[in-house]
């Protein structure tokens, strides 16, 4: 089955750095979508982006599905901004729509 | 919109016991997702729905788990008898399409067996 990386696995910043979170998939995808898991462990859906760019305030992410990445940037970060962050794809070549996740990207912004 | 509701919020039971979840997707949504995630771990597809019929049910442990959606909307899981290695967070998501579609989560279920 697809295989799906994320990078790094932990990440600490200072409050107001910028970040950048990556991907990787081993197969092409018909959906990728990047969530934020918040303290109580709800999923927060950040963006839904088979391919192209897209932006939500401080928040923007950029898949390139003919390389199999998606980039997820985070700027002037804040401390609300911690937590795990899951990217999850669905692969072209299933025939079901299973969104499988990544390990996620832990992240931790200091005051 | 109302989002995905699920229920209970917390549950502890002892070994042996029998437990059950419920969730209510987004009104419309065809398709209905239970996931199971482990502390420190990535959410794993347990079962499947489109509409009221299973789609996948691979990674369902069949011995003790079991779920249904009875008229294609609600859906609860059952786990009977538990094990300690089934203390996780059970997520229920939805989408209106499978493969292409959004899926949209719960707050999640989260389950301590003593």
């Known amino acids: 089955g697809i295989q799906v990386e994320q990078s790094p696995p932990d990440l600490i910043l200072q409050e107001g750095a910028n970040s950048t979170l990556r991907c990787n998939f081993s197969?092409?995808?018909?959906?990728l979508q990047w969530f934020h898991q918040n303290p109580w462990g709800q999923l927060i859906n950040l963006f839904y982006?088979?391919?192209g760019t897209k932006q939500n305030g401080r928040l923007s992410a950029t898949t390139v599905a003919t390389e199999r990445y998606s980039l997820l940037y985070i700027s002037s970060s804040q401390t609300t901004d911690s937590g795990v962050y899951f990217c999850?794809?669905?692969?072209?070549?299933?025939?079901?729509?299973?969104?499988?996740f990544g390990q996620g990207t832990t992240l931790q912004v200091k005051p | 919109e109302a989002g995905v509701a699920q229920s209970p919020r917390y549950k502890i039971i002892e070994k042996r016991q029998s437990v059950a979840f419920w969730c209510n997707p987004i009104s419309g949504h065809a398709t209905l997702y239970w996931y199971q995630q482990i502390l420190g771990q990535g959410p794993k597809l347990l079962i499947q729905?489109?509409?009221?019929?299973?789609?996948?049910d691979s990674q369902l442990p069949k011995d003790r788990f079991s779920a249904e959606r009875l008229k294609g909307v609600d859906s609860t899981l059952k786990i009977q008898p538990a094990k300690l290695e089934d203390s996780a967070v059970y997520l229920c998501?939805?989408?209106?399409?499978?493969?292409?579609?959004?899926?949209?989560f719960g707050e999640g279920s989260r389950l301590t067996v003593l």
């Open positions: 999850a794809v669905v692969s072209r070549s299933g025939n079901t729509g299973k969104l499988i």
């Open positions: 998501a939805s989408s209106f399409t499978a493969g292409t579609g959004e899926l949209f």
């Open positions: 982006i088979p391919s």
């Open positions: 197969d092409s995808v018909n959906n």
């Open positions: 729905f489109q509409n009221n019929g299973v789609v996948d």
